[in-house]
């Protein structure tokens, strides 16, 4: 794609992040009209504004901002690992790794908070430490993925089918895992938030939480953007990368490692939210083409317009109560995951 048109969908991306930060500050319980919230941020948190300007700054300035972190990592962290596996079903969630990053999330917060209670569970980063969930969170989706691929690699040969059994088997066994660690340990007070948060949630959200998934972001997908070319070679497949000279089984290792850390560290601030990493590269791609060095950025910017305008339907749609934003991601994403799957199975039928 021509460099002025990827301009222009950035541009046209950035503007609608913007349209959406301003009615997920907007809306709510309590409704402030969009003018009052740009005249709210722009005079800035330390300027007095009442009640509308508490709850603009300190409650949901954070929750928007975290949404569209966590949305650009994991359709970056999607992405690359369609990339990595050449394989257009690879995803975060479907991989495995948001479910093995949940389990070892919620072994540190239920074996760790012990009397810190709901609390802990709601403010996981701040009642643990700075690097014990994400830590923890890391190990778990890096174990899944390794997992989830040696099992798809079994044999010599990775199709569609086999990588999604690996997936979904080991999903099954984690998501059991997590299930059977709050059963048996968790504190009565702990069960629901903790539960509420296994299921993708930005409630939680603090301004001291922000800096860990926000440096994730912008590092992993600046090193990934500057692996583009690689990246790209993984699309001629296995031999055509060797022979362009590209070490495949390093690279792939190491950008593994690199994804996986992204990973857990937006897992451990935001749960396991599914199929974002899925659907915006395919959007993306259809929009720039596959080349990463656009594609990249474009997914990113996609990703976080998804998860803010997600967050805010989770928020608006039972008002009062609030919906998990794994849940609507998942309302959005399953029916789109069967198409998918049910393209992808057309496109082996004809190449058999």
Do not use: K
Not at 66 to 93: C, E, I, K, S, Y
Not at 165 to 177: D, F, H, N, P, R
Not at 315 to 332: D, K, Q, S, Y
């Amino acid at each position: 794609m021509s460099r002025p048109r990827t301009a222009a969908v950035v541009v046209l991306l950035v503007a609608a992040l913007l349209a959406s930060a301003v009615a997920g500050l907007a809306l709510g319980p309590v409704r402030i009209a969009p003018g009052r919230v740009l005249d709210i941020v722009l005079g800035g948190p330390g300027r007095p504004g009442g009640a509308f300007a508490s709850i603009v700054w300190d409650v949901r300035m954070p929750r928007v901002l975290l949404g569209a972190v966590v949305g650009a990592g994991l359709a970056v962290a999607g992405t690359v690992l369609q990339a990595l596996v050449r394989n257009p079903l690879a995803d975060p969630f479907l991989l495995g790794a948001s479910s093995g990053a949940s389990l070892g999330a919620v072994l540190v917060i239920v074996l760790g908070t012990g009397a810190a209670g709901t609390a802990g569970a709601l403010g996981v980063i701040g009642a643990i430490g700075a690097l014990g969930v994400p830590a923890a969170a890391f190990a778990g989706s890096m174990g899944a993925l390794v997992a989830v691929y040696a099992m798809a690699r079994r044999g010599g040969t990775m199709t569609t089918g086999r990588l999604i059994l690996a997936g979904v088997a080991v999903q099954y066994v984690l998501s059991a895992l997590t299930s059977l660690v709050l059963v048996l340990a968790a504190h009565p007070d702990q069960m629901r938030s903790v539960l509420f948060w296994t299921l993708g949630g930005l409630g939680g959200a603090r301004w001291d939480e922000l800096p860990l998934p926000a440096a994730a972001l912008l590092a992993g997908t600046a090193l990934l953007i500057a692996l583009a070319r690689p990246l790209d070679l993984l699309l001629a497949g296995e031999e055509g990368a060797r022979t362009l000279g590209l070490d495949t089984g390093r690279f792939r290792a190491a950008v593994f490692v690199l994804t996986s850390l992204v990973i857990g560290v937006l897992v451990a601030c935001s749960g396991a939210i599914g199929f974002v990493g899925l659907m915006v590269p395919h959007a993306a791609r259809m929009v720039v083409g596959a080349g990463h060095r656009a594609l990249l950025p474009v997914a990113a910017l996609g990703g976080a317009v998804f998860l803010t305008l997600a967050d805010l339907v989770a928020r608006t749609a039972a008002a009062p109560e609030e919906i998990p934003v794994g849940v609507v991601t998942a309302l959005v994403g399953g029916p789109f995951f069967l198409w998918m799957l049910r393209r992808s199975a057309r496109v082996e039928g004809v190449a058999g």
